[in-house]
């Protein structure tokens, strides 16, 4: 490929599904290092940190469970900046990106349920409870499993990028919400101490090593979010080829 | 169950999650990677392809 | 727009448009409960708004497939989704509030006789009713959204039904927080009551913009 394809402008350029798969193809291996250099680069951070004075060992959990938060919010972000482009402008490639990252997302929220309701066990004595933090995560893992369902009832997936696109807008007001709910209601979750206005509240210690874990999910969900967009732009291309094969039968 | 165990059962239960879509996302690309390989075998090409056929 | 306001309600209360159904699965689901929990009347009346709301949740939800089924049945609804953008949103607006009417207001007027069954006081029975009032149109709106998705298809009713859940939750949430507030002493009624009134106008504008998102989607 020579320079002149290149400085067409790289969203342009990525717009092309072959282009696409060409630079991601490149870009994957360094992509995959990189978030397992991070990830255990977090990992050592997070097992040398101090221990809470008051939850003691039990504070591991938070370095798996919030950056699991993050990406939880963060991919359904990336999911509703997809369905503009599919909506608005059409991009080829946006509701690609929408439908693979719908397992992922899925995922992390699983595993932010999972890992708090595991955190709240010990600390606060309960596996669950219906605070506002909660439900609207519950109500996120919910709306993740509804796009997968409408994803696999429709079996053509251009005919379910617009509708899957408008869903993924509409509920796109349960992110600030989550985000907010623990400011405007008086939750068992504990408020925001790392994104706020006056700055976080964490201490240093323990601050550094949840931002390296949240940067270390965030590559790792970049890795799987390209390799399963790659995945999704082959399975269009094996089913164009078979109804393409099948209707040259009939000549 | 001590506070340990809770911290070993988050960590355990976010590696196999992990793992888990990773190993189903590598084994989806194969599968597709077989069946793209299968159907340029039996000559069926994409009508953007060109002739020496690169479908990457 | 009157025209077609009429045009929705004559069938959808036809004998075929079956908006009967949802007030007898209101009914169903809410007469029910006592043979579940049993006959304690006080345990009834303490739970009753919320099994109320439910059930009038689940009827609205399950009565949602059924707001763009007849058009695509006799062809229409390509025709619906040719028009401009403007006409097409005030079309969806017009078609959920003829749902609404043959669906959400039956429910809303059969909670008093359901309230009985529950063993609720006046003034609880009619918090549900304000509430229900206000939340039922909520639901029609913003099921609209669900419905343009899921017309085409084969399952098309429960796949409405699991969309739209998550998004009908805070109206539930607030519904039931109203009504409970009204018959508890210090709780207020009026902020989860606002909150309720401003879902409902917010899914009135929304829910048909996205509807007839969904549906000039569908139809390229």
């Keep these: 490929m020579s320079d002149t394809t290149i400085s067409q402008g790289w969203f342009t350029g990525l717009a092309n ?3 696409f798969l060409a630079l991601s193809g490149r870009i994957l291996p360094y992509l995959a290092v990189a978030s397992v250099l991070v990830l255990a680069v977090g990992l050592y951070m997070s097992f040398a940190a101090p221990a ?19 990406l939880a919010m963060m991919c359904y972000s990336v999911m509703a900046i997809a369905s503009v482009g599919t909506l608005v402008w059409r991009h080829p490639l946006a509701d690609v990106a929408a439908k693979s990252a719908l397992p992922i997302g899925a995922a992390f929220t699983f595993l932010s349920l999972l890992t708090g309701s595991l955190w709240g066990r010990p600390m606060w004595g309960t596996w669950w409870v219906w605070d506002a933090r909660l439900t609207s995560v519950f109500v996120l893992f919910l709306m993740y499993l509804g796009l997968i369902a409408l994803h696999k009832a429709m079996d053509d997936p251009s005919r379910a990028a ?24 008086n ?24 931002l390296v874990m949240g940067l270390a999910y965030t590559l790792v969900f970049f890795t799987l979010h390209l390799m399963a967009m790659r995945n999704e732009i082959w399975r269009r291309r094996v089913r164009a080829m078979r109804r393409q094969a099948a209707q040259s039968i009939g000549r | 169950m001590s506070h340990e165990s809770f911290v070993f059962l988050s960590y355990a239960a976010t590696a196999v999650t992990l793992v888990g879509v990773l ?5 989806d690309g194969r599968a597709r990677k077989r069946e793209l390989a299968e159907l340029e075998a039996q000559g069926i090409r994409r009508r953007s392809q060109t002739a020496t056929g690169s479908s990457q | 727009m009157r025209a077609l306001l009429k045009r929705d309600l004559a069938i959808a209360t036809r004998s075929g448009g079956a908006a009967m159904l949802g007030v007898l699965f209101f009914l169903a689901v809410v007469a029910v409960i006592p043979f579940g929990i049993g006959p304690d009347l006080n345990l009834l009346a303490r739970i009753g708004p919320a099994i109320l709301w439910i059930g009038a949740l689940l009827a609205s ?12 049945e006799d062809g229409s609804l390509d025709m619906l989704a040719m028009q401009d953008w403007f006409s097409l949103v005030l079309t969806v607006f017009v078609k959920s509030l003829a749902h609404w009417l043959a669906t959400g207001l039956p429910l809303v007027l059969a909670a008093p006789l359901l309230g009985l069954l529950m063993n609720m006081s006046a003034i609880s029975t009619g918090a549900v009713m304000l509430t229900l009032l206000v939340g039922t149109p909520a639901i029609s709106f913003i099921g609209a959204v669900g419905a343009a998705v899921a017309v085409a298809l084969p399952r ?15 109206i539930l949430i607030f519904g039931v927080s109203a009504s409970y507030a009204a018959v508890t002493d210090p709780d207020p009624f009026w902020p989860p009551f606002m909150i309720l009134s401003a879902i409902a106008l917010f899914f009135a504008a929304l829910g048909p913009v996205a509807s007839a998102a969904a549906l000039k989607g569908a139809a390229d």
């Design chain 3, 156 to 170: 098309g009713g429960l796949l409405v039904s699991i969309l739209i859940l998550p998004l009908a939750i805070p």
């Design chain 3, 61 to 72: 939800l399950l009565g949602l497939d059924r707001l763009f089924q007849a058009d695509r």
């Design chain 1, 17 to 19: 599904p072959t282009r």
């Design chain 1, 162 to 185: 617009r509708p899957a696109a408008v869903l993924t807008l509409v509920g796109f007001i349960n992110i600030p919400i989550i985000k907010f709910s623990v400011d405007w209601w």
């Design chain 1, 187 to 210: 939750t068992l979750h504990q408020p925001a101490s790392v994104m706020r206005l006056d700055g976080p509240t964490i201490d240093p210690s323990m601050l550094y090593p949840l």
């Design chain 2, 23 to 27: 190993v189903s996302i590598l084994l």
């Design chain 1, 52 to 70: 809470d004075y008051q939850q003691g060992i039990t504070v591991q959990i938070m370095y798996i469970h919030v950056p699991a938060a993050w």
